[in-house]
């Protein structure tokens, strides 16, 4: 079975640029998860996805950060325009329900903003 | 105080050493306790989980939970080099948000 897929691996972007991760999940896990983890902290959670709906985005600073999951499968979370304090690791997880704990995470893509 | 609290390390151990890694928490309410094992470069993989309280135990891997105490424990028997790793605990269950909470993570390094 395939893992959680996430690309790019590496992002490395100026100030006030634009950009976007992708990520797809096990196939069969409805729900999607999207994580910040700065270096030498835990993941804390940006948005949540049940299907195609966002069910808790409370800590994602909608002022920069959108996210989308089109069609319940693949997710897109785009930060525009990157800060500098954005740079982390940006990890995607799915579990079969909300209610499973068992999240499955990908490895993550590594933005540096400069 | 944050909700989950976790020494940071890092934690050097010989090779064959039993390894103890240990979590606090303050919500007592908490009933998931999840522990992840994450290499460099690499995204958190899930090693094991208990429900509400007691022990589980898989190969060399035993997780313990003690909620009068609100502590939480990943033993590792005969540790192995490959075991090197940052060891992060997650917790949840304490409300509808079907939320895990993560601890900062425990560097591990086990020398041949």
């Known amino acids: 079975e395939a893992g959680v897929v996430q690309s790019p691996r590496y992002k490395i972007i100026e100030k006030k640029q634009p950009v976007a991760f992708w990520c797809n999940p096990i196939?069969?896990?409805?729900?999607l998860y999207w994580y910040r983890q700065n270096l030498g902290q835990g993941p804390e959670l940006l948005i949540r996805?049940?299907?195609?709906?966002?069910?808790?985005d409370s800590q994602l600073p909608k002022d920069r950060f959108s996210a989308e999951r089109l069609k319940g499968v693949d997710s897109t979370l785009k930060i525009q325009p990157a800060e500098l304090g954005d740079s982390a690791v940006y990890l995607c997880?799915?579990?079969?329900?909300?209610?499973?704990?068992?999240?499955?995470f990908g490895p993550g893509t590594r933005l540096t903003v400069t | 105080q944050k909700e989950v609290e976790q020494d940071p390390g890092p934690l050097s151990v010989p090779e064959g050493a039993i390894v103890s890694l240990n979590c606090t928490y303050s919500?007592?309410?908490?009933?998931?306790f999840m522990w992840y094992r994450q290499y460099s470069r690499k995204g958190p993989e899930l090693l094991m989980y208990?429900?509400?309280?007691g022990n589980k135990e898989d190969g060399r891997f035993t997780a313990q939970v003690d909620k009068s105490s609100k502590y939480i424990s990943l033993f590792i028997r005969d540790s192995q080099p490959s075991d090197s790793a940052t060891y992060l605990c997650a917790i949840g269950g304490g409300d509808s948000s079907y939320k895990l909470i993560f601890g900062s993570g425990t560097r591990l390094l086990v020398r041949p």
């Open positions: 996805y049940e299907n195609e709906e966002a069910v808790d």
């Open positions: 997880a799915s579990s079969l329900t909300p209610a499973a704990y068992e999240q499955y």
């Open positions: 196939s069969g896990h409805n729900t």
């Open positions: 919500n007592s309410a908490f009933q998931y």
């Open positions: 208990t429900y509400s309280s």
